[in-house]
């Protein structure tokens, strides 16, 4: 499995390299079909957020959808231990769901996720880039508007169709509280929502011809 180590902001000693290596050698134990994990470390500059001045993204790549973790901290090794198991976590949580789909009789359901609360951490935002619109997946392209200090950000993503039960799991992978997909019973853009405890909702869009 390859691991990938990148800074914004800041230097990769080696010797946190080595670390990162040692730390996530048990991941590929959890995600055997795991092809490659992406590690970004951002460091915050501004002061006053000192207690998480270090960010750690953790991005697994593979066969099968992508899992993410991301935690803050007052120095980047507390960092890497939060994601890593943050990170740990899911992927158990992806493995018991498997193993309940493969329990449940024809017709049944499995037991829903729990979609855990994703935690505010401070990101420096990128320069502004010239207005337009993403071309290609990953790609993101900042405007803008107008004379204001307002920059939006957009993304591309490649989007299959996929089931509100898949999107509550992606959802769960990637630790965010709300998933957006393409139902592919209704081919209708969908956003699912973590609310609380068991709960969580559905929003859907149809397009109105005036």
């Excluded at 993204?57 to 973790?69: D, F, I, Q």
């Excluded at 965010?176 to 969908?190: A, G, N, V």
């Amino acid at each position: 499995m390859e691991i990938a180590v990148v800074g914004r902001n800041t230097d990769i000693p080696e010797r946190f390299r080595t670390h990162v290596e040692e730390k996530l050698e048990k991941i590929e134990q959890l995600a055997p079909e795991a092809m490659r994990i992406d590690v970004e470390l951002t460091h915050e500059r501004n002061p006053r957020l000192a207690d998480n001045a270090e960010r750690i993204e953790l991005t697994l790549r593979g066969k099968g959808p992508v899992v993410r973790a991301e935690a803050s901290a007052s120095d980047r090794y507390g960092a890497l231990d939060l994601a890593v198991a943050k990170l740990q976590e899911r992927l158990r949580r992806a493995r018991d769901r498997k193993k309940d789909r493969r329990k449940a009789g024809p017709g049944e359901t499995p037991p829903p996720v729990s979609v855990p609360a994703a935690v505010p951490v401070a990101e420096e935002a990128p320069a502004p880039k010239p207005n337009g619109t993403p071309t290609k997946a990953g790609e993101a392209v900042e405007m803008q508007l107008g004379d204001s200090p307002v920059v939006v950000r957009q993304k591309l993503h490649e989007a299959s169709p996929m089931t509100i039960d898949q999107a509550l799991y992606e959802m769960e992978l990637v630790g965010h509280p709300f998933y957006l997909f393409i139902d592919s019973e209704t081919k209708q853009p969908c956003v699912v929502y973590h609310r609380r405890g068991w709960t969580y909702g559905v929003i859907r869009l149809d397009t109105v011809v005036a």
